[in-house]
């Protein structure tokens, strides 16, 4: 399973709206801003259905100014023992740890210690192109490095750091450096070595002086190979509907990248300081928060990604090995989102969902799909093109973009996707009769497609 920094969200779809003034939420329901219960109460809802539907597993914090929407914990810590989670699990952070990095850099970069202009080479001097690529480069992903080494820090081998080096020279550039993007580990694991030859400190030591206890961060740290954690929950791999424990990783060079582990109320100091200029000033604040590119990145962040649902946002999503993790900071609504997972829930849909609903949007709740017996005989009225999604038939079966992704229904003009049973379709008839609207839902967030029709109507 490789790392994720960014995902994608694809389409699910609507239920008919039913009485949310219950006690309890019924899955399938759909939470609207009419009815008559408190925002607390309907985020609460959604994160128990997911846990219900889906199995999420994790910790759940959400805070707007000084109000607590929700904190709340799901699932287990260790599923052998059966220890559940709380408030207080830390959970390895993934990728959500390189704003950590980019911290520090920006860091020695006010100190003068670096700039972020300095080329690799002045660190690293055999670097191949290593005076072609900038710290900047690094920080924003457009250094031309590949995506990982895995393979590496996978293998319990004894390492050196030399040899680490010595085998990701090797690898093949992507592009010439700064003239593309592509998000790159490796380029994270190499701005945390030259936080390290900067400061004359340990990576580990140096987030530690510098970052985490001065925030009061007392439940955060870099993971090693042998520290005992208290309250470190235990990372597990879905398997269909089963779950694996995760591999090995060497965490002696899964760092920069990855590597820190946290809990939500730590991450809410971490947003609280944010805002001030306790650890940054706001000259390097805003180097951090600016996007750089066509892939909206900032230095170990995201900023306004495409889920940002028109609010400013500074997000990043991680994930490794059943560590699912998404930081979500809408900063004009001063509004925290972040959903910590140990069993390879999809934090970053959940985190979508649950924003979609602090912004008064109707969202569905999840439910068990089912395969029924439907007319067939619809499905040339489906087929065609919605916006930017091919609907289409193949021997009897219906298709969204591809063969690789079957639609099974549902109902007559409702499916659900073969990659996600929780990915739906819903086909729309307008007041001539034609179906020219599909309503899809990202995490239960309603979105709708028109479809185009040619000249001769079809």
Same mark, same amino acid.
């Given at each position: ?53 889906? !199995? ?5 914090? =959400?805070?707007? %100014?000084? +109000? ?5 914990? @799901?699932?287990?810590? $260790? ?107 490796? !380029? ?5 070595? =030259?936080?390290? %030859?900067? +400061? ?5 030591? @140096?987030?530690?002086? $510098? ?107 991680? !994930? ?21 997972? $140990? ?116």
């Amino acid at each position: 399973m490789k790392k994720v920094g960014l995902i994608f969200f694809l389409g699910v779809g609507l239920l008919p709206i039913k009485s949310f003034s219950q006690t309890k939420a019924i899955a399938g329901d759909v939470i609207s801003t009419k009815n008559p219960i408190s925002l607390s109460d309907k985020l609460s809802q959604y994160m128990k259905a997911q846990a219900g539907v889906n !199995g999420f597993s994790g910790t759940v914090l =959400i805070a707007r %100014k000084d +109000s607590m929407l929700l904190r709340d914990a @799901y699932g287990y810590a $260790n599923y052998e023992w059966k220890i559940k989670t709380t408030i207080n699990t830390k959970y390895s952070l993934a990728s959500v740890s390189k704003q950590f990095t980019a911290m520090a850099i920006l860091q020695l970069a006010e100190r003068k210690l670096l700039s972020i202009d300095d080329q690799l080479n002045k660190y690293f001097p055999e670097f191949p192109k290593g005076d072609q690529i900038t710290l900047h480069m690094l920080l924003s992903h457009m250094s031309g490095l590949q995506m990982d080494f895995d393979e590496l820090y996978l293998n319990q081998a004894s390492l050196t750091e030399d040899q680490v080096l010595k085998h990701i020279v090797q690898k093949e550039f992507l592009f010439t450096p700064g003239q593309q993007t592509a998000y790159s580990n490796i !380029g994270y694991y190499l701005l945390a070595r =030259i936080v390290e %030859k900067t +400061s004359g400190k340990s990576y580990s030591e @140096y987030l530690r002086e $510098n970052i985490f206890a001065p925030l009061k961060m007392n439940e955060t740290g870099v993971m090693t190979n042998d520290e005992v954690v208290d309250n470190m929950a235990d990372r597990y791999i879905r398997n269909e509907k089963s779950y694996h424990k995760n591999p090995y990783i060497n965490w002696t060079f899964n760092i920069g990248h990855d590597g820190i582990y946290s809990t939500v109320n730590d991450l809410l100091k971490w947003d609280k300081a944010l805002y001030g200029t306790a650890i940054l000033s706001e000259k390097m604040k805003k180097l951090m928060f600016t996007s750089y590119n066509d892939q909206n990145f900032g230095y170990g962040v995201l900023v306004n990604p495409f889920y940002s649902q028109g609010h400013q946002l500074i997000a990043h999503d991680g !994930g490794f090995f059943g560590a699912m993790t998404s930081f979500n900071r809408y900063v004009n609504d001063d509004l925290l989102i972040t959903v910590l997972s $140990n069993n390879q829930s999809p934090s970053y849909m959940l985190a979508y969902g649950l924003a979609a609903i602090c912004f008064g949007k109707e969202v569905e709740l999840p439910y068990h799909h089912k395969i029924v017996k439907n007319n067939i005989l619809l499905y040339k009225f489906f087929t065609g093109t919605y916006a930017d999604i091919k609907i289409f038939e193949n021997k009897g079966k219906l298709y969204y973009n591809d063969l690789d992704i079957e639609l099974f229904p549902e109902s007559d003009n409702k499916f659900f996707r073969s990659d996600d049973d929780n990915r739906t379709v819903e086909f729309i008839k307008d007041a001539d009769g034609k179906y020219s609207v599909i309503k899809l839902s990202k995490a239960g967030v309603v979105e709708t497609r028109k479809r185009v029709f040619k000249k001769n109507g079809n």
